[in-house]
C-alpha cells in the first residue's frame, strides 16, 4: 500500500483518520432510509474486482477545495474518503475529464452515517460503464447525500446497477440537489425507492432539476419512478426532467414515469416515446401516486407510449391524485390500459384538482369498471379538461368520455369535452358514465356512444341525485334500454337535467328510450329547458321526442317536429315529446338565435354559432 505522509499530523492522528476509512463499510452496504429494501449486513457478490482497492487520495491530501478529480482511481478515492467519514462539509470537488469505470465494481459514495455533504460538479463529462451488483441498498454513483451536498453536471453512460432498495444512477438517497444529470444504461432494485437518477428524493428542501433518464431499463418493487423512485421533498421541487426511450417497471405498487410516490412540485416534465407498467396499484405515465396538499404536478407531458398496470387506480399522467393535491395542464397521447378498476386517460382517480389536462391520440382500455378518457373516477374538481382523437372502452359499468364516475356533493365536471369514441355497459356517457350527487356542468360530447347493457346518454349515462346543466352532444347513441340524447336515467332526489341539447340519432333496443333524457324517474326529478334535435329515435316502449318515460316534473322542453318517427301525441312544454320547434317556430326556430336566446336565457354559460346555426358555450371559442 502506498505510504500516505500529512504533514503536522500527528500518528496517533493518522490512526485515527486510517481506521475511519472502514467505519461505514466502504460504502458496500449500510440501511436504506426511509423504508426497507437492505442492510449493511447483506452478503455482496462480486464477480469483478472494486475499484476501491485502486483508490487514489493523492488528489485530496494536503490540497485546499476546490479539489480535482479526472481518474477511475481518484473518483474511487473520493468514495473511500466519504465512506471514512470526510464529508466535504462546504467543499467543492470538480471532474476535469471523462471517467471509464468499466471493468471493476463500484462502492458507492457516501451511506447512510456518513453521507456526502459537499459539491460534486462533474462539469459536463462523463462517467462511463458504472457498475454494481449487490444485495445492499442505499446504491449508485452515490449512496447518500445529505441535506447540505449537491451533485450537478454529471453524466453517468450505460451504467448497470443492481441493488435492493434505495436505488438511483446518481444517488440512492439524496437530501438536496441533484441539478443537470443524465443517465443511460440499467437501474434495479429488488426493493423499495427505485429511480433513474434518485430512489430517495428525502429531504423538505431536495431539489431534481433538468435531469433524464435516456435508453435502457428501472426496474423495482414498489416506489419506482423513471427519474425519482419516492419524492419526499415537500418544499423543494422536482422540474425539467425527462425520461426517453427507456422503460419503468414495478412489480408492486406506486410506479411513475417519472416519479412513483410524490409529495412535491413536480413541474415541466416529460416521458416520451417509452412504456411504464405495473403489477400493483397506482401507475401512472408522471406519477404514479400524487399525494399531500404541496403534491403538485404541473405542464408535464407524456407522448408516445404506453402505461399499463395490472392493478386498481392507472393512469395517463398519474394513478391517484389525493385530496387537496392538484394536476394542473399536463397532456398525454399514447395508449393506457388496466386490468383493475379506476382507469382513466389521465388520472385513474382524482379526489383533488384536475385542471386543464388534454387527452389526444391513442386509447384509453380498461377490464372492470370506472374508465374515463381523462379519469376513471372524480370526487374533487376536474376542469377545464379535453379528450380527444381517441377511444374509450370498458366491459364494465361506469364508462365515460372525459369521466367514469363522478362521485359525491362536492365532485364537479366543469367545461369539458369529448370527441372520440365510448364504448361500455352500464352507466354509459359521452362526457361522464355515472355521475352520484356531483354536478355535470358547460360540457360537451361529439363523438359516438355505445353501451350493451341500460342507463347510456350522449352526455351522462345516469345522473342519479345529481345535476347535468349546460351541456350538449352530437353523436349517435346506442344502447339497450334507458337510453337518451344527454342522459339515459335521470333518478333520485332533486336530480336534474336541465339548458342541454342533442342532436345524433339515439337508439335502443329495448325501452325508455329518448331525444334528451331515457327516463326521468323520480318525483323530485326534474327536466327543464331541454332541446330534442334528433334527426330520429328509436326503441321499444316507452319512447318519447324529449324524453321516453317520466314521474318527476318536466318543463320548458323542445322537441324537433319533423324528428323521425313520428308522429308524437304528447305535445307540450309539460309532456315527453315537448313543445314543437323547427326553424319556423314564432321565436324564431332552432336555427336562429333568438329561438335559443328564449331557452337558454338565464344561462351565461352559451353564445351563439353562426356557421353552426346553434348555441356553443362560451369557454369553447374563448
Known sequence: MKKIILCGFSVLALLIFTLAFTSCGDGAGGSTSPGGGGGGGDEVDEPLPGWDIVADIDWFIGKPSPYTISTPEE???????????????????????????????????GQDGCPFRGTYNGNGKTISGLTIITKAG??????????????????????SI????????????????IENCSVSGSVTGSGY????????????????????????????????GGIVGYNN?????????????????????????????????????????????GSGDYVGGIVGYNDRPLAKLKDCSFSGGSVKGSGDYVGGIVGYINIESSVDTCNFSGIVEGSGNYIGGVAGSN??????????????????????????????????????????????????????YNFGVDAIVQNCSAEGKVTGSIDTGGVVGGNYQGAVTGCYARGDVTGSDVHVGGVVGANNQGEVSDCYASGEVKGAAYVGGVAGYNHGVDATVKNCYATGAVTGSGGYVGGVVG????????????????????GGAPLGRVVGDSTGTLEANFGRIDMLPGPWDQIGWTKKDGDDVDDKDPHGGYNDQEFWDYIFGSSSAWTWDSALNLPVLKWEVE
Open 75 to 109: 473518483l474511487a478515492g473520493l468514495a473511500r474518503l466519504v465512506n471514512g467519514q470526510v464529508d466535504f462539509q462546504n467543499q467543492i470537488i470538480n471532474q476535469a475529464d471523462d471517467i471509464d469505470l468499466a471493468g471493476r465494481l463500484w462502492r458507492p459514495i
Open 138 to 159: 442505499n446504491q449508485g454513483l452515490f449512496g447518500y447525500i445529505s441535506f447540505t451536498g449537491e451533485v450537478k453536471n454529471v453524466n453517468l453512460v450505460d451504467v
Open 162 to 177: 443492481s441493488g435492493s432498495g434505495g436505488i438511483g444512477g446518481v444517488a440512492g438517497v439524496s437530501g438536496k440537489n
Open 193 to 224: 425507492f427505485v429511480g433513474g437518477v434518485v430512489g430517495t428524493n428525502a429531504n423538505m428542501n431536495a431539489t431534481v432539476k433538468d435531469c433524464s433518464f435516456t435508453g435502457g431499463s428501472v426496474k423495482g418493487s414498489q416506489y419506482v
Open 233 to 277: 421533498s415537500a418544499f423543494g421541487k422536482m422540474t425539467g426532467c425527462s425520461f426517453s426511450g427507456a422503460s419503468v417497471e414495478g412489480s408492486g405498487d406506486y410506479v411513475g414515469g417519472i416519479v412513483g410516490y410524490n409529495y412535491a412540485t413536480v413541474e415541466g416534465c416529460s416521458f416520451t416515446g417509452a412504456s411504464v407498467t
Open 351 to 404: 379526489k383533488g384538482d384536475l385542471t386543464g389536462c388534454i387527452f389526444s391520440g391513442g386509447s384509453v382500455k380498461g377490464s372492470i369498471n370506472f374508465v374515463g378518457g381523462v379519469a376513471g373516477s372524480n370526487e374533487g374538481d376536474l376542469i377545464g379538461c379535453i379528450f380527444s382523437g381517441a377511444s374509450v372502452t370498458g366491459p364494465g359499468y361506469n364508462v365515460g368520455g372525459v369521466v367514469g
Open 519 to 538: 327516463y326521468n324517474y323520480d318525483s323530485t326529478a326534474k327536466m327543464k329547458y331541454c332541446v330534442a334535435l334528433n334527426t330520429s329515435i328509436s
